[in-house]
């Protein structure tokens, strides 16, 4: 796990700038939910409206909607494909996205149909640190104006 200045960003995951993240599993397909930077950014969630089994999606396309304590929000898949399962405890705890953003509180699996031509429009490794540090200097640019 590497932390990034004070956000837990999984070096093994890719990262969408709308901050959902992509785990890619053994047979090929992907996991996807939204980051330690999204959960810690908006507060509780405290609904989410969830994509659909089976609907095609383009990569930053939005498939869902999440409100939390602070706003709502759209859900954006980082990746085009079908979406193959939701995770419905979520219907129960959308607070699971706050408490384990990287474990039971995923949102989708999806079977990509680009991974591999894909996987360049996210962020991955280094690039991960600069991602959240523009949008740590983002947020803080937008409090001072206010």
Do not use: R
Request: hydrophobic share 30%.
């Amino acid at each position: 796990m590497s932390d990034i200045e004070g956000f837990n960003m999984p070096d093994d995951l890719y990262y969408h700038k709308e901050h959902a993240w992509v785990k890619i599993l053994d047979d090929g397909t992907v996991k996807v939910g939204m980051s330690d930077f999204y959960q810690k950014n908006s507060g509780d969630t405290t609904y989410i409206d969830l994509p659909f089994e089976g609907d095609d999606v383009e990569q930053g396309e939005t498939c869902g909607k999440i409100q939390s304590a602070k706003w709502v929000g759209k859900f954006v898949s980082p990746l085009t494909g079908k979406i193959l399962s939701v995770n419905e405890d979520l219907e129960d705890d959308s607070t699971l996205i706050n408490k384990e953003p990287y474990e039971n509180g995923w949102i989708m699996t999806m079977k990509p149909s680009d991974l591999d031509g894909e996987l360049a429009n996210l962020f991955h490794g280094g690039a991960v640190s600069d991602f959240v540090k523009k949008e740590i200097a983002d947020i803080d640019k937008k409090k001072q104006q206010q």
